[in-house]
């Protein structure tokens, strides 16, 4: 299993998963392409992202962005993205 899988077959019996990695092992990335998957499948109705730091916010914000112009969402306009910093 990759993790994506792993953590789709997760969300259909819990509510909650973690995800546990090195920087730069791509968690952001995962994190963009579950959301997508949830969206798609009308598990979930919006994402929102807290963020320890302006820069990581706005990594994830682009992430999350450029899944959400580079595909379809089903019929659905492009999905509530909020991302905000932790103060």
């Known amino acids: 299993f990759n993790c994506l899988t792993r953590a789709l077959n997760w969300f259909k019996t ?16 995962l994190s963009a392409e ?32 450029f899944w959400s112009k580079s595909s379809t969402n089903s019929g659905r306009n492009n999905p509530l993205i909020l991302v905000e910093t932790i103060h």
């Open 34 to 65: 579950l959301a997508k998957s949830l969206l798609q499948a009308n598990k979930i109705d919006f994402v929102l992202t807290f963020a320890p730091s302006i820069e990581v916010a706005q990594n994830t914000s682009n992430t999350c962005v």
């Open 14 to 29: 819990q509510s909650h998963f973690m995800c546990l990695a090195t920087p730069g092992s791509g968690k952001t990335r």
